[in-house]
């Protein structure tokens, strides 16, 4: 059964920075293409980045380009994403997502960032 | 990257089949057939219902389904159960990055 876990996610201050984390389990981690996807409070879904089985290409939507950085160990199944430059508008919560077929096929529960003075 | 379009809400009755549009554009729904379908009921995660504009996976029950025509993609629901109300997004491909859907809400009567 595939498992993903999220991490990392808390209160953080504008300009502040945070990591995130997503422990894979259940699967071959690295064969499979990761993305990150987020959700304001009361809103709807929103993709972040995404990331190669090898690591070898990256993307990432235009708002968060130049502040986040995703990356992964395939020796520990883990996908990272690095936040930088936090603004109020990055509130979210943060899920951890397997992508096949060009479609998020299976979700973490997701963690909560907070970017508030 | 602006989201794709859907109606904010839509509702039907038990038994009937209802079908909710997402409207994008020639550079993402209209060029690429990598459309998903998404479910979620509130405070829990998204799950994945359709893929690749009408593909079903594994357990999706076949009352889903999935279409689409020019930049507007369509999920059908029929045979509508109390079970389906929930919020629907959607998702295409657009080049080097991907765009959802505004969400809609789906009540059943």
């Known amino acids: 059964e595939v498992q993903l876990v999220e991490s990392g996610g808390d209160l953080v201050q504008p300009g502040g920075s945070l990591r995130l984390s997503c422990a894979a389990s259940?699967?071959?981690?690295?064969?499979?293409?990761m993305s990150w996807v987020r959700q304001a409070p009361g809103k709807g879904l929103e993709w972040v980045a995404n990331i190669k089985h090898d690591g070898t290409q990256k993307y990432y939507m235009d708002s968060v380009k130049g502040r986040f950085t995703i990356s992964r160990d395939n020796a520990k199944n883990s996908l990272f994403l690095q936040m930088n430059s936090l603004r109020a508008e990055d509130t979210a919560v943060y899920y951890c997502a397997t992508s096949t077929n060009h479609a998020t096929s299976s979700w973490g529960q997701g963690t909560l960032v907070t970017v508030s003075s | 990257q602006s989201a794709l379009t859907q109606p904010a809400s839509v509702s039907g009755s038990p038994g009937q089949s209802i079908t909710l549009s997402c409207t994008g554009t020639?550079?993402?729904?209209?060029?690429?057939?990598?459309v998903s379908w998404y479910q979620q009921y509130p405070g829990k995660a998204p799950k994945l219902m359709i893929y690749e504009v009408s593909k079903r996976p594994s357990g999706v029950s076949n009352r889903f389904s999935g279409s689409k025509s020019g930049n507007t993609a369509s999920l059908t629901i029929s045979g509508l159960q109390a079970e389906d109300e929930a919020d629907y997004y959607c998702?295409?491909?657009?080049?080097?990055?991907?765009?959802f859907g505004t969400g809609t809400e789906v009540t059943v009567l």
């Open positions: 998702c295409s491909y657009a080049g080097t990055h991907y765009v």
């Open positions: 020639s550079s993402d729904v209209g060029s690429y057939n990598l």
């Open positions: 259940g699967f071959t981690f690295s064969t499979y293409w």
